[in-house]
């Protein structure tokens, strides 16, 4: 049932007037979309109008909206107790259950589970916790953390500086020192088959040598790129990667703030080519963002050396709610669900037919490049000339054509970054609603491109 105009009026002023929205730029909130409730991968607005969730609101609601059985596992933890404090010697139910379940599905050399409440925290604690750890093996020296360009880690101070996006540093600064980023290295000969936005894995070691294997804390990376455009990797980058960070002593966070719980089709995204992180940070599908929650998690070898800390070295790191038992509780059945449901064969299934969908209708379009996707997360570029690698000018946002087209003709929602269109519906999602996401892409690649 739709509002009447009236009130959508009053509440779009509100908004503008008193509601400060992550990446806030005004003329944004002019119109905005607000949301009212869901169900499945369908999103329905105050005005009545229903969208395909074609990002999972923010890579987020994997298990789809409208899951009351999460609604009721919140609502019974919470009449249980409001909360408890998880700090030095207290514990709850929930969260130790839920620790113990990530840790089964998670890499093989994988021990020990901090719960955060964002991807941003999970960062900014793997980021402590690598230098942390260099301290209690006696290298104090080792602390900068390596990130890649186009990669993004969240909004706070440290992970805005590990992001690799300059556009989320502009009047922020000084960033956090001794953070560094891959670059594209002078004279580079390789036969690496590279990423699908270029990088290798010899950036990194490149970046290594630069800053001095002994300077280097740890090197971190999303297994996909996501939010900088999602870029998918060579098949065997992250075992050179691995093999690199071995070599010189480097940890290796993986950023699995998208990829994790199922996203690619595997519970946790460097599955699929048999590598292990040393460090795991999550959030978003691990509730499937019906309540806030993320972790960074940590391998067998780190976890040992938290757990046998000399006396005058606590590992002081904190969050009041940390392992909330709310947030444990619509953890652990959101996963129960994951299982009931074979998502992530589903996510399988759909993504290739999300992936071979989108090469069918757009792979030989004059305007579209370097299509690629990954289970469940595709995404493609919008080019002046596809086959000449010329790209519009920014001026022009055609992608941004693209999204209102999609949006306002197609049903469909989803995010743009410059000309690059991505795609990551909720892993609950059928073949008919896949279909329709594509059909809404190309009629909109269409219309706006004239061709
Ligand atoms: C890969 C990655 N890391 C970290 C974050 C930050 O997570 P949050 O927004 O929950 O703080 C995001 C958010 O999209 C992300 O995509």
């Known amino acids: 049932m739709a509002i009447d105009p009236q009130t959508y009026t009053d509440l779009t002023r509100e908004d503008l007037a008193h509601l400060l929205h992550p990446q806030y730029y005004a003329p944004d909130h002019q119109q905005p979309v607000i949301f009212d409730h869901g169900e499945g991968v369908w999103l329905t607005d105050l005005q009545g ?35 408890t404090n998880n700090y030095v010697g207290f ?25 955060t409440n964002s991807g941003s925290e999970s960062n900014e604690g793997a980021f402590k916790t690598a230098r942390f750890y260099w301290n209690l093996k006696g290298r104090p020296t080792k602390v900068k953390i390596i990130a ?29 020192p001794e953070v560094v980023h891959t670059k ?15 990088e290798c894995a010899h950036w990194l070691e490149e970046a290594i040598k630069r800053e001095g294997a002994d300077t280097v804390a740890a090197f971190i990376a999303e297994p996909v790129k996501g939010a900088g455009g999602v870029w998918t990797p060579a098949p065997d980058y992250f075992a050179k990667v691995r093999e690199i960070c071995d070599r010189y002593d480097v940890l290796f966070i993986a950023d699995e703030v998208i990829t994790g719980f199922g996203r690619t089709g595997y519970w946790f995204a460097l599955q699929r080519w048999g590598v292990n992180p040393d460090i795991v940070s999550i959030a978003k599908a691990i509730t499937s963002g019906y309540i806030p929650m993320g972790a960074f998690i940590v391998s067998t070898e780190i976890s040992e050396a938290l757990h046998d800390l000399p006396p005058d070295a606590r590992f002081m790191h904190a969050y009041t ?7 444990a509780a619509v953890g652990l059945r959101n996963l129960q669900i994951f299982e009931d449901e074979g998502l992530l064969e589903n996510a399988t299934k759909m993504g290739e037919r999300l992936g071979e969908g989108l090469q069918a209708a757009l792979g030989k379009h004059p305007h579209v490049a370097n299509l690629r ?47 690059n269109v991505l795609f990551a519906p909720p892993l609950s999602i059928n073949g008919a609603e896949v279909d329709q996401m594509v059909a809404s892409a190309a009629a909109a690649v269409k219309a706006v491109t004239g061709s």
């Not at 074609?54 to 987020?60: A, M, Q």
């Not at 899951?67 to 009449?79: I, S, T, Y």
């Not at 594209?184 to 270029?198: F, I, Q, R, S, V």
Request: hydrophobic share 40%.
């Open 184 to 198: 594209k290295p002078d004279n580079l000969e390789c036969d690496c088959t590279p990423n699908t936005d270029g």
């Open 373 to 419: 996707w990954l289970g469940l997360i595709a995404g493609f570029t919008l080019m002046r000339d596809a086959a000449a690698n010329t790209p519009y000018d920014a001026s022009e946002t055609m992608a941004i054509k693209v999204q209102r087209h999609m949006r306002e003709q197609g049903s469909l929602i989803t995010r743009v970054v410059g000309d």
């Open 321 to 327: 709610n940390s392992a909330h038992p709310t947030a």
């Open 49 to 83: 109008r229903r969208y395909i969730d074609g990002l999972s609101s923010l890579w987020n609601v994997a298990v789809g909206h409208g899951r009351g059985e999460l609604a009721d596992a919140a609502a019974e933890q919470m009449r249980k107790v409001a909360f």
């Open 91 to 115: 514990s709850n139910v929930p969260a130790i259950k839920l620790a113990s379940k990530v840790i089964d599905l998670c890499y093989d050399n994988m021990a020990a589970v901090f719960f």
């Open 148 to 176: 890649r360009e186009r990669s993004y880690h969240g909004g706070t101070l440290a992970a805005s500086s590990m992001t690799g996006l300059p556009v989320f540093w502009k009047y922020f600064g000084p960033l956090v």
